[in-house]
């Protein structure tokens, strides 16, 4: 199957060295240093099983040597997003969304329809480690994605298989935005109060002050979810809190590193899109807009 990876970092580079390592044919949309080293020494994946490149692979800077893709993989980051649609290969007509977050599949379907977009959820965690390599750090790597309005379909089914050749199960969902609202519940109060005190999963769990913090701001994204429809479990913030208890104690998310680094950060699509999406609800938020008022004050610094 021919893919299109539109971001050769992180999940791009993970998922797309997966299915280029499994016959399928892989264009990378990449730049600067990283598309240098993607030419001149392939990708190279570093992960708890060891190293694995990839030899050669087709990465481009030119969105028209990407051919005419049966699928396409949005792979950057949320503020990149308008950017990436734009270099899409006209009529690419199965455009996969991965960003966390639960703003992306409209934000792209307001330029290419929704009939296009597949909303997904990526299940992993890997990260750009230098030029051309990527580094993954956990997760087996899963993709969960489905049709707009969870029909099934046969462009889905043949997405799927071609990611099952790969090794990377895609589930399909009950409910796709069930998921991605269950992971936005995950993410966005542990990575807003995570960005905010910059401390570890291990910290933020243990402590039973910020325990509690992390408790109430799940709680308001749930009462969130339901306000927009959105068909969350009964036990929702005592699973993701279990799930919490589970992750590696010394784990951050993106969010807060990027953060603390002052590199350019997704907060407009957490925490900012939980307040925002609060407010348009009428759905109080108060423990997400602290933590948003004091991280978009340290980014506007
Ligand atoms: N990484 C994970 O483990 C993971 C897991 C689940 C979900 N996600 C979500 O997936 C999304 C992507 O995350 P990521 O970690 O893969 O980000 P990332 O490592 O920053 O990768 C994005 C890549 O896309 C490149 N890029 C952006 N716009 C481009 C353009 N117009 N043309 C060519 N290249 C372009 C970036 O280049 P520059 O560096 O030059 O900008 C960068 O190499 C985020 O929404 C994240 O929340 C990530």
Redesign the pocket.
């Known amino acids: 199957m021919k893919f299109a990876i539109?971001?050769?970092?992180?999940?791009?580079?993970?998922f797309g060295a997966r299915l280029a390592a499994a016959g399928h044919d892989v264009s990378f949309?990449?730049?600067?240093e990283?598309?240098t080293a993607l030419r001149e020494r392939g990708l190279t994946v570093l992960g708890p099983d060891g190293e694995a490149t990839t030899r050669p692979v087709h990465a481009t800077?030119d969105p028209a040597e990407l051919g005419t893709p049966d699928a396409a993989l949005l792979?950057?980051?949320?503020w990149?997003l308008d950017?990436?649609v734009?270099?899409l290969p006209a009529g690419t007509d199965a455009v996969l969304t991965?960003?966390?977050?639960v703003d992306?599949p409209a934000q792209v379907a307001r330029t290419l329809g929704k009939d296009a977009v597949l909303p997904g959820?990526?299940?992993?965690?890997?990260?750009?480690a230098g030029p051309g390599t990527i580094r993954h750090?956990g997760?087996a790597g899963s993709l969960d994605f489905a049709e707009w309005d969870n029909r099934p379909s046969e462009r889905a089914e043949r997405i799927r298989a071609a990611f099952a050749t790969a090794g990377i199960p895609t589930t399909p969902p009950a409910d796709i935005w069930t998921e991605l609202w269950a992971?936005f519940l995950f993410?966005t109060p542990i990575g807003g109060l995570g960005a905010v005190t910059g401390a570890t999963f291990g910290e933020l769990r243990g402590h039973p002050e910020t325990r509690r913090t992390l408790q109430a701001a799940m709680t308001e994204i749930e009462r969130l979810a339901r306000a927009s429809g959105v068909d969350l479990p009964a036990d929702v913030v005592a699973a993701t809190l279990a799930f919490v208890d589970r992750q590696p104690a010394e784990g951050t998310t993106?969010l807060q590193r990027d953060i603390a680094a002052a590199r350019p950060s997704?907060l407009d699509?957490w925490t900012g899109s939980a307040v925002r999406l609060g407010r348009e609800a009428g759905v109080p938020t108060p423990v997400n807009d602290v933590l948003h008022a004091i991280l978009r004050l340290r980014e506007d610094r």
């Open positions: 539109i971001g050769a970092g992180g999940l791009g580079g993970f949309l990449a730049r600067g990283h598309l800077g792979a950057v980051k949320t990149q950017a990436a734009a270099a991965l960003q966390n977050g992306a959820v990526a299940k992993v965690i890997a990260a750009l750090v997760g992971k993410i993106s997704e699509a």
